[in-house]
């Protein structure tokens, strides 16, 4: 992304800017064992634990999805690096088991992530939030 590395960390780990990329609430205490709860107006709700917060480099979260608790719980890890011109933010979602109602959830999850890591370079390069169609 062209964008500073401190940016993109402060774009992935403050609240008041997770809304303008990703969901339309959230909560996100910057330490280990917080507890963290993302919100979508009239759709679900994520919530569960900050599981490693390094400030400027990473953030660890654990991920379930509501109505779906029986399943278990799967992980987000998100870094940051300076690259020439920019950063490189890594992301990676895993604990996905391979079986029946993980298919669903996998697949979910990959159109998902594309779309709102798409959203998350268009603003910051940009300054357009792919969610509205009255951001442009």
């Keep these: 992304m062209h ?17 303008r990329w990703f969901m339309d609430s959230a909560t996100l205490p910057p330490r280990k064992g917080g507890r963290y709860l993302f919100g979508w107006e ?14 400027g480099k990473r953030i660890a979260l ?9 399943l278990g719980v799967t992980k987000l890890k998100l870094s940051v690096e300076p690259k020439e011109e920019g950063t490189v933010l890594r992301f990676t979602h895993s604990g996905f088991r391979k079986d029946g109602p993980w298919d669903d959830l996998y697949e979910g999850a ?8 798409m959203n998350l370079k268009s603003v910051l390069e940009n300054g357009h939030d792919l969610r509205s169609p009255y951001d442009w």
Excluded: N
């Excluded at 654990?62 to 029986?70: F, I, R, V, Y």
């Design 3 to 19: 964008a500073s590395t401190k940016k993109v960390f402060r774009w992935i780990s403050e609240p008041k800017r997770l809304t």
């Design 42 to 55: 009239g759709g679900p709700a994520h919530s569960g634990k900050v599981l490693e917060f390094v400030r």
């Design 62 to 70: 654990s991920w379930q999805w509501p109505g779906q608790e029986d």
């Design 110 to 117: 990959i159109r998902g992530w594309t779309y709102f890591m």
